[in-house]
């Protein structure tokens, strides 16, 4: 019999409950509002089939052999351009997808039992990255402005116990949808200078604002002080899983060493592919159809929320962006018992108590407007509304 | 000033050597025979733009959406069916290139000072990817026929020291070219069954034999007590980081939670395109090409060594597939001491002493013979005989 024994670590890792959910709603009849997809119709597949003609007719031998660890250099040197701050294409290291920014970032930055602050509630996503490397993760107070800046600076420690990050995503948050104001994040960097501490800045979802863009990242605001993270997957598409991390430069180094041991390098093809499309401002004609998009689909989740659950006591954020809306149901309810009543009832979401380090609060939910159509959400609100009902008689 | 404290494991973290002296080989007028690149005219490039029409026309915003971290259901269908002992598609999961294999595994099995065997050498993208979870990392001793039974057994240990697991690469092996004879695998095999031992098999280059197919893979003489890896980037191309673990049920879990806090999932255009050049058979007529081509290459190379350096007393070995050929000098010469002066006259190889896990030969050297044509293999090739000379002058 061979002896397999595991890593300790091993114990704390666990089924994503999103992803576990997401299986639940591949059944035919089930509208989900769980799972964080990109509205498919917003995929330029066009303009990637144009692309991938041209990368391979053209550099073929280059887009399918092995390449360099940090990434292509003319990405790179986009995703530089593109950012608010000063940021030499030197900085940029090249992911697949953002998720491996959060797993290089855990591995070069967390030992067994050191400490790690999070917002509250966070991505938990991001949970799922550290917890491999076996830290304390600590939750900071938040409202729906942000970061408390007291509390952090209440939680940091100092000494072999100080945190070794915060881990934050300023615009329209998973999974809250909150924005950190203006105000909160110079409060914030500034804070976070004095305390020495440095700053995980994730920003998947800046750009698909509503209204006005969000205010600027906390990175261009400290660059020395902060690690950023951005993405591909909600401005293009997810399943060529292209992301970015923006490091300092005596950070930067070891986060390639990690890159080049996780998979030597993220797929050429699809680096090239995506700097292909780019080209000529593609993305400034592209995201505002997204923003429209998903404004109006926001917008009918609200009114739906509005008519449906508004009489049951529920209560929820509207966000300025993003594609997440976070629901309260009224005292005495559980979001994970609620949710067989909801897939019953044909619609699915993810129930909140994932999204927190500590203290989950049961009574909270998740729900995505920009993977169903505006009616589906209709129909989907009013069967949660029923599912809710059903547990209250 | 922010205090970045960077976890202990970052210290063990490297520049991977091989990567660096690719960078100083892409200067023009060096003849690389360093770096493990797959001869690019082997790209099936118009096979990949047919596909990626095919699949972005079909299928293109699932193509382009989130997916299943356990990977593409019709590509683990073909990995399944392409290997020669019962596999079914539910014990495959898709990495991002089979390096990510390493890593996974690495999360899973291995804890802070616990320890790892691998052969004398090894491959050193191995060595780096279990690093960042801090094993001691032990060598079996190895001779041409692979690794020493005996060796293992007095070196696998008990208790909390037991070794996790004996790293092994049977075919064309990275970076000796070796291949453990059919014996040497009946008797590795048996003997970790009686030890309790996992194995964890690597075999990206099995595909890649001159005359005759290699022996069964150990995994097949005992799947329960084997992880098994294999890759895409040898027989179509490594730009789309394409690879697999095939692992017992109750393994099989925890490295898809690892893969899902990793990166989600290895792109699903990516998966499908692959799936795609897979039908009908491609690889049945692709692959003998890159065979019969690596094998002239082969050929010529040691038609040069003949030449060149038998008369300057280095020794290599003849491998019978796979990318690589394994040098060791004259006593009293160094090969990281050689490599400057290689490439002064224009030709880039891999100094032999980052493979070793321990007790190094610094004599030792690592040649690709994939990558350059025959007559530059013949100008490298007395280029670096020129090297040897200036070094015993």
Redesign the interface.
């Known amino acids: 019999?061979?002896?397999?024994?595991?890593?300790?670590?091993?114990a704390r890792?666990?089924?994503?409950v999103i992803?576990e959910i997401l299986?639940v709603t591949e059944r035919p009849g089930i509208i989900s509002l769980a799972?964080?997809?990109?509205a498919?119709?917003t995929?330029p597949?066009e303009a990637?089939?144009d692309a991938?003609?041209q990368v391979?007719?053209r550099d073929?031998?280059?887009?399918?052999?092995?390449?360099?660890?940090e990434g292509y250099a003319p990405l790179r040197q986009a995703v530089a351009d593109s950012l608010p701050w000063e940021v030499h294409p030197d900085q940029v290291l090249i992911?697949?997808?953002s998720?491996?920014a959060l797993?290089l970032v855990a591995?070069?930055?967390?030992?067994?039992g050191?400490r790690v602050l999070v917002e509250t509630p966070t991505y938990l996503?991001a949970l799922?990255?550290f917890?491999?490397?076996q830290p304390r993760i600590e939750a900071v107070a938040s409202d729906e402005d942000g970061i408390d800046a007291d509390d952090l600076a209440a939680k940091v420690g100092s000494g072999a116990d100080?945190a070794?990050f915060l881990y934050v995503l300023p615009n329209f948050q998973n999974p809250t949808g909150r924005t950190m104001t203006e105000a909160r994040r110079q409060q914030l960097v500034e804070r976070?200078?004095q305390l020495?501490?440095?700053l995980l800045e994730d920003n998947p979802y800046g750009d698909l604002w509503f209204d006005q863009p969000p205010p600027a990242p906390l990175s261009a605001r400290?660059p020395?002080?902060c690690i950023y993270m951005g993405s591909f997957?909600k401005v293009l598409?997810?399943?060529?899983?292209l992301g970015f991390v923006v490091a300092?430069a005596?950070?930067y180094?070891?986060l390639?060493?990690?890159k080049?041991?996780?998979?030597?390098?993220?797929?050429?093809?699809?680096q090239r592919l995506v700097a292909e499309v780019l080209q000529h401002g593609f993305l400034e004609r592209h995201v505002p159809t997204i923003r429209q998009l998903y404004q109006r689909q926001c917008q009918a989740m609200l009114a739906a929320l509005e008519q449906h659950l508004a009489p049951l006591g529920v209560s929820w954020s509207r966000p300025a962006g993003g594609m997440f809306l976070w629901l309260r149901l009224p005292a005495g309810l559980d979001a994970l018992e609620l949710l067989p009543r909801a897939v019953q009832r044909g619609v699915a979401f993810v129930p909140g108590a994932a999204f927190y380090a500590e203290d989950a609060d049961a009574r909270t939910l998740r729900l995505s407007f920009v993977t169903a159509s505006e009616e589906q959400i209709g129909t989907a609100i009013a069967a949660l509304a029923d599912a809710i009902r059903s547990g209250c008689a």
Chains 1, 2 share one sequence.
């Open positions: 019999m061979t002896n397999w024994t595991l890593a300790q670590r091993a890792m666990n089924p994503s992803r299986k799972g964080g997809l990109p498919p119709q995929f597949i990637f089939a991938a003609a391979l007719g073929g031998a280059a887009a399918l052999q092995y390449a360099a660890s992911t697949t997808g998720q491996q797993d591995k070069v930055l967390i030992d067994e050191s996503g799922q990255a917890a491999p490397m100080k070794r976070a200078a020495g501490l440095p400290n020395e002080g997957s598409a997810p399943g060529l899983r300092p005596h950070i180094p070891k390639l060493q990690a080049q041991a996780a998979d030597l390098h993220t797929p050429s093809f699809n």
